[in-house]
């Protein structure tokens, strides 16, 4: 829903209703992930997309259904039969999409859920999908973090309750979900499946080190969605002029600013760390931090293979440990010919994706099997 919010929150406080369809699971090599949203207006204007192309115009014509009926419907699209006409994914995959009417009437704490995505505090909204009462489906509850007020009802306090705690699970790891429960949430059951379209505040990206390098690195990041920070000690360097695709540029020892973010609890399985100091006054002290933080998702260094052999003698030398020297990525990113600061910055961030989601880095055809790999 993130991607479609201006246009559906424009529409909803006009009063209008709108068939949104969101893709709530895929199986195999499906292009969109769980979450992606396509919204059909009142005036035929089709936004977004759950595939890439390959089922829209089947997802528009059921929005059109159901703005008219009133009634929310899960539909599966899978594989294309061979004479074309079946509606299906070519790639191979299969996803589930849940086509709703959204207004004011059926989706009144939109307003407030759109407020806390622009404001960056976490939000999931549970919808259920499916259910042997019809008139369950589509009936929501708005989960925020423990302490804070949730909204809305999927049908009776058990099923909240099982929900609600599970919903703040996917919430605090930033995961979209579809969640199986029996009709009352009991959670060994069947028969209800309840959507979580969860939107924590966007991964952070740490980038050290204001040179060139660090700006084209930034801007691949912001392309990413991810909320970057450059920081950097000298502030003749470190300017919101120089990097104007940062979310924020902090002028500080680098290895300071991270002990900050780490105390402050700024810092989790999801941020990625990018040290572009490649001077060891800089890179050593902010790595021995980095690499000790219990929880990030990459850290990578950026030098020679001189430098890099000579970082790895001084951070043994400051007592780093075998295993906590192996979890950084050092000389950076992926071999791929890179030249300018722009092509090292796409080498950086594919390396950043091909750890997070398993790829190798191979040129697709060039191996055979499934392009998505397994977990998608």
């Known amino acids: 829903m993130r991607e479609v919010l201006d246009e559906l929150l424009a529409r909803w406080e006009a009063g209008q209703t709108i068939g949104m369809g969101t893709v709530v699971a895929t199986f195999q090599s499906a292009p969109r992930p769980p979450g992606a949203s396509m919204l059909v207006t009142e005036a035929g204007e089709a936004i977004g997309s759950v595939s890439g192309g390959c089922v829209e115009g089947a997802v528009y014509e059921l929005a059109q259904e159901v703005m008219a009926s009133g009634s929310p419907v899960l539909q599966r699209y899978g594989i294309s039969d061979e004479t074309a006409l079946g509606v299906g ?47 369950r489906v589509g009936r929501r509850v708005i989960v925020r973090p423990e302490g804070a007020p949730t909204q809305g009802s999927i049908g009776s306090e058990r099923a909240d309750a099982a929900v609600l705690d599970d919903a703040r699970g996917l919430l605090a790891l930033g995961e979209s979900k579809t969640l199986t429960y029996g009709p009352d949430g009991e959670r060994r059951g069947e028969g209800m499946q309840v959507f979580v379209s969860a939107h924590a505040p966007r991964p952070r990206m740490l980038v050290f080190g204001a040179i060139d390098f660090a700006a084209a690195v930034a801007a691949q990041g912001s392309f990413l969605g991810y909320a970057v920070t450059v920081c950097d000690a000298r502030p003749v360097f470190a300017t919101a002029t120089r990097f104007p695709e940062a979310d924020e540029v902090v002028v500080k020892w680098p290895h300071k600013y991270l002990t900050e973010e780490r105390d402050a609890g700024r810092i989790d399985a999801r941020t990625v760390i990018c040290v572009l100091t490649h001077d060891p006054k800089f890179d050593v002290p902010l790595l021995e931090v980095a690499l000790r933080l219990p929880e990030v998702g990459y850290v990578g260094a950026m ?45 950086i961030v594919a390396e950043i994706i091909a750890l997070r989601w398993g ?3 191979e040129r697709l055809g060039e191996r055979g099997g499934p392009i998505h790999h397994p977990g998608d």
Request: some cysteine; charged content about 25%; glycine content about 10%.
């Open 89 to 135: 994914l070519t790639c191979g995959g299969i996803l589930d999409v849940h086509v709703e009417p959204v207004s004011q009437d059926t989706f009144p704490e939109l307003g407030e859920v759109a407020a806390d995505i622009r404001a960056e505090r976490p939000v999931a909204v549970a919808t259920v999908v499916t259910h042997p009462d019809p008139a």
């Open 359 to 361: 790829g190798r880095g």
């Open 303 to 347: 030098g020679s293979r001189r430098t890099h052999e000579d970082r790895l003698a001084r951070l043994q030398e400051a007592g780093l440990s075998a295993a906590e020297i192996g979890r950084m990525s050092s000389p950076i990113g992926l071999d791929l010919g890179a030249r300018t600061p722009q092509e090292t910055a796409v080498s």
